[in-house]
């Protein structure tokens, strides 16, 4: 069983910055790749970065040179570094192992944590 806690979302005005954080217990959180998703109100839940065992990161284009994605295998952390901040990312922010697209429905009922809210004003 896997706990997924996240933190540190908040209110910031465009180009500000945030740092995400996500705690994980109930695994071997360091054998595995990890990710972060998003999902904004009336939109589906969506891969925005991730970073593999060996710590190569992966981000999707609308993201991309904004944010940054590292984990702290010795505090099984896993963090989420935005900068720039836009009123599109303006989202719930959550944490989960690494899943492609393709392998959604295979995850969508997952225990998923609450997600921490991100939300930028204009």
């Known amino acids: 069983q896997v706990q997924l806690v996240e933190s540190g979302g908040g209110l910031v005005q465009a180009g500000g910055s945030l740092k995400l954080s996500c705690i994980v217990t109930?695994?071997?959180?360091?054998?595995?790749?990890w990710a972060w998703y998003r999902q904004a109100p009336g939109k589906q839940r969506a891969l925005v970065a991730g970073i593999t065992e060996s710590g190569s990161t992966h981000y999707v284009d609308s993201v991309k040179g904004r944010l940054t994605v590292s984990r702290d295998n010795r505090k099984n952390t896993l963090h989420l570094q935005i900068s720039s901040l836009k009123p599109e990312d303006s989202a719930t922010y959550y944490c989960h192992f690494y899943f492609e697209e393709f392998e959604w429905d295979v995850h969508k009922n997952d225990d998923w944590g609450q997600g921490t809210q991100v939300s930028v004003s204009s």
């Open positions: 109930g695994c071997n959180f360091g054998a595995n790749a």
